[in-house]
């Protein structure tokens, strides 16, 4: 079946450090691709994604791409701020499904 | 926008009431979604619906049901609520085919605590 996997742990950086989360998939086919952020106490918001290997998702400094090589779609970002401070999910949805597959969510804590 | 609202944000109820969750949608998705979502277990979905008095199972739909009788509302009932049942409830739509590449969308979700 489908699958996503995020690195375990919470991530905790000081600003304008880099970051990078990783995410693995299983699936088959040619799966869709994407990252959602949870800021404290609200809902999930789409970040960016990818539909077809190679592409290139990006929004608000977060880029991530399609590696269907590596079944990857790590999320990076050169320089993160206090603001930035959110639980960040992986997602996939398979052709020909309407469900999404999650990760585990990681906790980003930025630290002024 | 995309814009779906849930009709609670903060939920106190007690064990064995009955318990409705609304959520509104204004794109005229077709599939809608009922999620959990508790520390160390991610997401989890309860129901779905793709169309009008239609809806699937998700992976934990014991103790819920589920109601959709117009497009743009989607119902989680808690027939008789239990303790275990506390938790962060999120709801999403999305649409169908190609154009579900284009992700879910999710309300602010509705913390519900069960006494």
Same mark, same amino acid.
């Given at each position: 079946g489908n699958s996503v996997t995020q690195m375990e742990g919470p991530v +905790?950086?000081? /600003? /304008?450090?880099?970051? +990078?989360?990783?995410? +693995?998939y299983t699936a088959t086919g040619y799966p869709s691709l994407f990252w959602y952020v949870q800021?404290?106490? /609200?809902?999930?918001?789409?970040l960016l994604?990818? +539909?077809?290997? $190679? $592409?290139?998702?990006s929004n608000k400094g977060f880029e991530a791409t399609y590696r269907k090589e590596t079944t990857s779609f790590h999320l990076e970002k050169g320089s993160v701020q206090v603001s930035d401070s959110a639980v960040y999910f992986c997602a996939l949805r398979s052709q020909?499904?309407?469900r999404l597959a999650f990760g585990k969510g990681n906790q980003v804590v930025v630290i002024p | 926008?995309? @814009?779906?609202?849930?009709? %609670?944000?903060?939920l106190v109820k007690r064990t064995g009431e009955k318990v409705f969750l609304e959520c509104v949608q204004d794109m005229d998705h077709e599939n809608m979604f009922w999620y959990r979502q508790d520390p160390g277990l991610g997401l989890r979905l309860i129901y779905f619906?793709?169309?009008? @008095?239609? @809806? &699937?199972k998700g992976d934990i739909p014991e103790g819920y049901s589920v109601s959709r009788e117009k497009k743009e509302r989607f119902s989680l009932i #808690? &027939?008789?609520? %239990?303790?275990?049942?506390?938790?962060?409830? #999120?709801?999403? %739509?999305?649409?169908s085919g190609l154009a579900g590449g284009r992700g879910q969308f999710f309300g602010p979700g509705t913390r519900l605590t069960v006494l």
């Open positions: +905790t950086l000081s /600003e /304008e450090a880099f970051l +990078t989360i990783n995410c +693995t800021y404290p106490g /609200e809902g999930l918001q789409l994604k990818a +539909t077809k290997a $190679d $592409d290139k998702g020909g499904n309407n | 926008d995309v @814009k779906v609202t849930q009709s %609670s944000r903060y619906s793709y169309d009008v @008095k239609m @809806k &699937e #808690l &027939e008789s609520a %239990s303790t275990n049942q506390t938790s962060m409830y #999120l709801c999403a %739509s999305g649409l």
